[in-house]
């Protein structure tokens, strides 16, 4: 279920205690919406929000929960930022041509990324899939219009072994077959009239090819690169990275710690290739990625989340979930035989910290699993992680209002079983 077992194997570094400051003012992590007035800026734009908040949560029965571990699709991705609501309302009023604003956004975005092109997605799986297609068909309307049945052989992306995963359906979507190799020397061979590109899966367990090289290998093929690092921020600096080494498209989730909305992602690289992929999009409508949208509100939103993202202060964001985990595991502390840790993992998906928590389970009677399980049923419901036996309480995506509720409920699950 949790996507970190899905892709790979979670191995975890422990975290000098001493890197990790002193708790200043209680817990605070980056305000997240919910509570903020912004949320309930009515449609009218008054900017005043409503006297009382329709709860549709409480409409349709559908249970809050409280995230205390990583960006999940299944649990609705992030949070968006304060930012990102102001700009789905603002925009909200007025119409815009698609091809405009999908240009003109692209463009910022590029801007920003310091890229030749860039567009929005409807999430990383979607800018995979017009990856592919771009690479396939270029600007030829003929091929845009057959896609995902071209006559002739089926076109070949080639991939690491190491680095099949559950998304290169994305790819195969388009109608082209993925080519395994293992290591450089079977990767110079598989080239052939039908190659059209080369994906790279950043976050993979192992590269039996590691980036450089196999940049070089497609190269001296003439090969476009895809480098699909959707879950790869934080570090800010990810954004950045992998189009000066050379990958020629690149993608990153809109919807996980970016915060912008969930349904929307980012395409950049090569301008050719992006045009292309913006012709295998809405609102062209013919084409394979017509039925993959993105609304107006969601492109000015994943510009707003963007711009956010790289206006932060990413170091005082990093101390704070540091110092939320140390606050939990201040709470945490009385429970007998209890050992907390702050872990942080190495990434490159998901690399921030968490808190690892550890007890003897012949005087503290229940085992992490159980522990999610009551958690998960409780009310409120609360999701956290485990990994080797061990409980882990994610900190990045909890509001401020939260810290103190998952930390209290864990106590009193854990004192229950002494
Ligand atoms: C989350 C993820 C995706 C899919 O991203 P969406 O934005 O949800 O479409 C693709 N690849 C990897 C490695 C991911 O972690």
Redesign the pocket.
Known sequence: MH?RDI?KTLSLLPLAATSIPALAGGSTVTPVPGESPINGLSPDTSGAPPAAHRDLFAELGVTRVINANVTM?FLSGSLMLPEVLEAINSTSHDFANMFELQDKVGAKIAEMLKVEGAMVTS????A?LLGTAACITGADKDKIKQIPNLPGPRPEVIMQKSHR?L?DQAVTTTGAKIVEVEGPDEMEKAFNDQTVMALF?N?AEKHSIPHEQFLAIAKKHRTPTFL?A??DVPPVENLFKYQKMGFDLVTF????MIRGPQSA?LLFGRKDLIEAAKLNHSPHEAPIGRPMKVNKEEMFGMYAALKAYLERDHEKEWNEWLATAKHIAGILAPVPTLKTETVVDPGP?NAFPSLAVDWDQQKVKITPKDVLKTLKEGNPSIVAGSHNDRLLIGVVLLRPDQVDIVAQRIKQILEHAV
Do not use: E, V
């Not at 999430?123 to 979607?126: H, M, P, T, V």
């Open positions: 996507r892709l699709t999430g990383a799986a979607c995979i995963y998304f899966f976050a699909d959707a879950a989730s809109g919807g996980k992602g998906a």
